[in-house]
Structures are given as C-alpha cells and as structure tokens.
C-alpha cells in the first residue's frame, strides 16, 4: 500500500467516525488539513498530528524523519482549511520562527515526547506551522 492510498483510508476513517481513527494515529490528536500544492496549485488533504495551542493548532512538518520537506509544507498559499472531526474551519497557516518556534516546539514534546524523538532523528529542524483558524 502505497503513503497517499494508506492517506486516503485514513482520511475515509477520520471522516465516518468523528475525527477518531486507529492505526499508527490511534489515541493522538489528528486533524485533516487541506492545502493548495505549491507545485500543481491542486488542493491536498492529508492527516496530521496536532497540539492544541488557545485557538490556534500546532501542526509539524516531519515527513517521517526524511531530510525533505513534506509535500503539504510546500504551500503556495497560506488559506488552509482544517477538520478536527467535529469541525471544519478556514485559517491561515503561518511557519513559526526563532523565540516563537522553539516555545511551541517545547510545548509539543511536553504534550507528546515522541516529538523530541523525531527531531533527534531529523538532519533538519522540524518546523513549526501554526494553524490560525478565521473567524466568520
């Protein structure tokens, strides 16, 4: 099974059953993001783990560990659309830097360890992407 077919059962799953989904992703905050390719201008949806963060979700660029950039950070537009399972809602997407992104960075590994792993075995900082969602 391929990474995208592997996505899209994911996706099927969070979409019948609230945002709750088992697997890998079983138990973790998840959300679906929808973003426009930075390539194609295509839209894309994929699923991601999230901190909650006020208003805002915090959502990392991992990519399994590879040294690139996963296809859904190469954004050509920062209006993104997220669904938490109960909700769907317009926001910007703003990539966290310096002092803003080492405070969320620190907040994920307190929420979830495992995020201070995957930086460990990344040849590369892991970004830090703020989901600000648009109020109506």
């Known amino acids: 099974m391929t990474f995208s077919m592997a ?14 989904v088992g697997g890998v992703f079983q138990g973790d905050r998840l959300l679906l993001l929808a973003t426009t390719g930075g390539w194609t201008g295509a839209w894309h949806t994929v699923p991601l783990s999230y901190v909650p963060d006020g208003r805002r979700f915090l959502v990392i660029a991992v990519a399994g560990g590879s040294p690139a950039e996963p296809d859904w950070y190469l954004v050509a537009d920062p209006q993104v659309t997220l669904e938490t399972g109960i909700r769907a809602c317009r926001a910007t997407a703003i990539v966290l830097q310096g002092e803003d992104r080492e405070r969320a960075f620190a907040r994920a590994v307190k929420t979830d360890p495992r995020w201070a792993t995957r930086q460990a075995e990344a040849c590369r900082i892991l970004p830090v992407i703020a989901l600000e969602p648009i109020d109506h």
């Open 7 to 20: 996505n899209r059962q994911i996706i099927e799953e969070f979409r019948t059953s609230d945002g709750h």
